[in-house]
T-cell receptor, first 111, second 114 residues
Framework: QKEVEQDPGPLSVPEGAIVSLNCTYS??????FMWYRQYSRKGPELLMY????GNKEDGRFTAQVDKSSKYISLFIRDSQPSDSATYLC???????????FGSGTQLTVLP | GAVVSQHPSRVICKSGTSVKIECRSL??????MFWYRQFPKQSLMLMAT?????????EQGVEKDKFLINHASLTLSTLTVTSAHPEDSSFYIC??????????FGQGTRLTVV
């Protein structure tokens, strides 16, 4: 079983829609969860990270962790064409704080 | 956020030659640096973890003699792809981590071996 699995998409939504991106993870010991955005041929950039469970909000973005179901989500409100990118969830593991990434969901927001 | 500079952004080399990729943390000291490889439309796969002044730890299946990693200072790590072959063509990305649980990524290097 993979440590983290992500809905592969691709996902296409109209501008202004609410986007829901989801991942599941296998090890209940994981505590830190990250969401990265990656534009084509660029390195990933950190959007948000959460520790343990609950919600975290930053502007139009909300990250949510449900530890009981080992489920992490990223919600994007009022989506914009500039949000079109690949979104990667990641878990932080080990004392070296290595990242294990999900497969990524390619999102297209249509104007 | 902190800045990580990766160079070169693109490189084309002949089969059998070696290529060096640099990763620099510009405004913080990176005690740990990570090297990833990404194939088209796939996720990032961790290749190795390096701590300043010590040998890198490679993930299972990654040839350490082929992918040489040096982390000689708190701001610089290098990845050298030795005796490159066309199957080594990929997108290589580094990330650097200082004292926080947050890794900052370079912009990636697209390697094409012809």
């Amino acid at each position: 079983q993979k440590e983290v699995e992500q809905d592969p998409g691709p996902l296409s939504v109209p501008e202004g829609a609410i986007v829901s991106l989801n991942c599941t993870y296998s090890n209940s010991a994981f505590q830190y969860f990250m969401w990265y955005r990656q534009y084509s041929r660029k390195g990933p950039e950190l959007l948000m990270y959460t520790y343990s469970s609950g919600n975290k909000e930053d502007g139009r973005f909300t990250a949510q962790v449900d530890k009981s179901s080992k489920y992490i989500s990223l919600f994007i409100r009022d989506s914009q064409p500039s949000d079109s990118a690949t979104y990667l969830c990641a878990i932080v593991r080990g004392s070296a704080r290595q990242l294990t990434f999900g497969s990524g969901t390619q999102l297209t927001v249509l104007p | 956020g902190a800045v990580v500079s990766q160079h070169p952004s693109r490189v084309i080399c002949k089969s059998g030659t070696s290529v060096k990729i640099e990763c620099r943390s510009l405004d913080f000291q990176a005690t740990t640096m990570f090297w990833y490889r990404q194939f088209p439309k796939q996720s990032l796969m961790l290749m190795a973890t390096s701590n300043e002044g010590s040998k890198a730890t490679y993930e299972q299946g990654v040839e350490k003699d082929k992918f040489l990693i040096n982390h000689a200072s708190l701001t610089l790590s290098t990845l050298t792809v030795t005796s490159a072959h066309p199957e080594d063509s990929s997108f290589y990305i580094c990330s650097a981590m200082g004292g926080r649980s947050e890794a900052f990524f370079g912009q990636g290097t697209r390697l094409t071996v012809v």
